[in-house]
Structure formats: C-alpha cells, structure tokens
Nanobody
Framework: EVQLQASGGGFVQAGGSLRLSCAAS????????IGWFRQAPGKERETVSCVSADDEDPYYTDSVKGRFTISRDNAINTVYLQMNSLSPEDTAVYYCATDTFYYCSGPKLYDLSHWGQGTLVTVSS
C-alpha cells in the first residue's frame, strides 16, 4: 500500500528550527512530485512547499520563502522540510502527500489520493 508518514514535529520557540521528514513506501517514489501541506487551527489547508521528481523548481508559499527548504533523498524514499526562523504563525499540523498527476508546477490541489498522517508543529512566542 502507498504510505507517506510525516514526522519531526514538536514544540519550538519562535526563532527556532525543526526538520520534518516524510517517509514514503509502496510506490515509485522517485517518479513523483511530493508536497508539504499544513492546516492551522480554524484555517483551511494550504500548500507549504513542493519538490518535483527531477528536484527542480521547488515551490514555496510566500510566507515561508527564505525560511523553509524542501529536499528529497530518493535513496531512502524521504522528503524533508527544513524550517528555520519559525514563528507562531507556522503553528499547524503538517502533512505530506502526492498523487499520480500531482505536479509542483500545476494547480494547487487538495484532493490528493495519498496523504500521510500529520505531524504537529507548535511554535510558542
């Protein structure tokens, strides 16, 4: 079965850093674009970042540009999201997900077939 498991969340003070991991299995990981998404309390889910299969032209939402870095290691089927200079506005449950025709350069989609469980990031002021 297709699985994407997010981990690495936790509590951090404003200005701190966390690195999230998304471990994938059950599909040809190296051929898929992988997205990171988040949902804050009382808000809709949004795309945070996306890394393409060819590892080119990563996507970042404006609010995280310059602070977050997405990367992938195809050897171990893992995508990372390095989050620096965190602020309370980054508090959310973070998810990784993909689908057969999901592309970083395409529309921002939220009905993807393959979602992992989220990992909670809490940033205190």
């Amino acid at each position: 079965e297709v699985q994407l498991q997010a981990s690495g969340g936790g509590f951090v003070q404003a200005g701190g850093s966390l690195r999230l991991s998304c471990a994938a299995s059950g599909f040809a990981f190296e051929r898929f674009d992988i997205g990171w998404f988040r949902q804050a309390p009382g808000k809709e889910r949004e795309t945070v970042s996306c890394v393409s299969a060819d590892d080119e032209d990563p996507y970042y939402t404006d609010s995280v540009k310059g602070r977050f870095t997405i990367s992938r290691d195809n050897a171990i089927n893992t995508v990372y999201l390095q989050m620096n200079s965190l602020s309370p506005e980054d508090t959310a449950v973070y998810y990784c997900a993909t689908d057969t025709f999901y592309y970083c350069s395409g529309p921002k989609l939220y009905d993807l077939s393959h979602w992992g469980q989220g990992t909670l990031v809490t940033v205190s002021s």
